[in-house]
């Protein structure tokens, strides 16, 4: 169980640092490329940090209903402009406050 649950494992990170390297060789170098990949998520992570630590009264229910939908704009702006991807930090994480905060208020907290 355990030794094709790893073979599993390896296949699928191979797959992922193949997939990465082929994306990296389209920019000019790595830094530029992990600030990218970390320009799509990162915010969101902060956003749900940030909640959690400033705006008490938001449940999990409504954070994680933010999340998803705050991420889906990020993907969404990212496809469509790749040059400000630096900004996508701060847009998901105001994303996710604004919209948790919204969502609790509305009542999908519960």
């Given at each position: ?29 790595l830094i530029q490329a992990v600030n ?39 993907l969404v702006c990212f ?32």
């Open positions: 169980h355990y030794l094709r649950a790893s073979k599993i494992a390896i296949v699928l990170w191979g797959g992922f640092i193949v997939a990465f390297a082929m994306f990296v060789s389209l920019l000019e170098n990218m990949v970390g320009s799509m998520f990162y915010g969101t992570i902060l956003g749900i940090f940030f909640t959690a630590f400033f705006l008490k009264s938001v449940k999990s229910r409504a954070i994680f209903y933010a999340a998803l939908v705050g991420e889906a704009i990020v496809w469509f402009n790749k040059d400000a991807y630096l900004w996508y930090n701060p847009l998901g994480c105001g994303l996710v406050m604004g919209m948790g905060w919204l969502f609790e208020k509305m009542g999908l907290g519960e």
